[in-house]
Nanobody
């Protein structure tokens, strides 16, 4: 059973950058297709980005495309999300999630069996 722990969230001004990390333990990260989701106050959790097991395939939600980059280092058991040109509407709790089908490209949260506890990102001046 994999455990996922996110870090790297915080308060940043509009136009700024943050890099989120998600460290896996209890299992090898390369076993999983990984994704980032986010949930803003009063809203449903939504897909942000995904990456398959060796990083060949990535997918992004339209609202982050060109600003966010998902990557992974399987040797470090770590998933990343580089977030640039941040906007106030990016404010949310960000979650990493693991799908045991390592080639999966699902963008729905129900396809992901393993979740971290989340890290808060606040974009405000």
């Amino acid at each position: 059973q994999v455990q996922l722990v996110e870090s790297g969230g915080g308060l940043v001004q509009p136009g700024g950058s943050l890099r989120l990390s998600c460290v896996a333990s209890g299992s090898t990260l390369s076993t999983y297709s990984m994704a980032w989701f986010r949930q803003a106050p009063g809203k449903e959790r939504e897909f942000v980005a995904l990456i398959t097991w060796v990083g060949i395939t990535t997918r992004y939600a339209d609202y982050v495309k060109g600003r966010f980059t998902i990557s992974r280092d399987n040797a470090k058991n770590t998933l990343y999300l580089q977030m640039n040109s941040l906007k106030p509407e990016d404010t949310a709790v960000y979650y990493c999630a693991g799908n045991p089908t390592r080639t999966a490209v699902d963008q729905t949260e129900f396809a992901y069996a393993h979740w971290g506890q989340g890290t808060q990102v606040t974009v405000s001046s």
